[in-house]
């Protein structure tokens, strides 16, 4: 089992870093690109470098596509066949 940063805390009173590493802050700060992950807790999500859930990418949506970058959501990372 694995948990983003805020429901480990929530469930275990510490972080467990499952999710942290997998994007380095400098990937995650300058191009916004974070790793596709599933909670426990919350389900399917975002998680930036420190294991956080990234709760809303609707503010940097246009500043990520600005730089010629792609956000991709749940539907495009799992697919359909």
């Not at 400098?26 to 599933?38: I, K, L, M, P, R």
């Not at 807790?41 to 709760?55: L, M, S, W």
Request: overall charge negative.
């Amino acid at each position: 089992m694995a948990y983003c940063k805020d429901c480990s805390i929530n469930t275990f009173g510490h972080d467990s870093h499952d999710f942290s590493g997998f994007v380095t802050r400098e990937e995650f700060e300058e191009t916004g690109e974070y790793v596709a992950a599933v909670c426990e807790g919350c389900g399917v999500i975002g998680v930036d470098h420190n294991g956080k859930r990234v709760q809303t990418f609707s503010g940097r949506r246009k500043e990520i596509q600005a730089k010629g970058l792609t956000v991709l959501q749940a539907p495009d990372i799992i697919g359909t066949r």
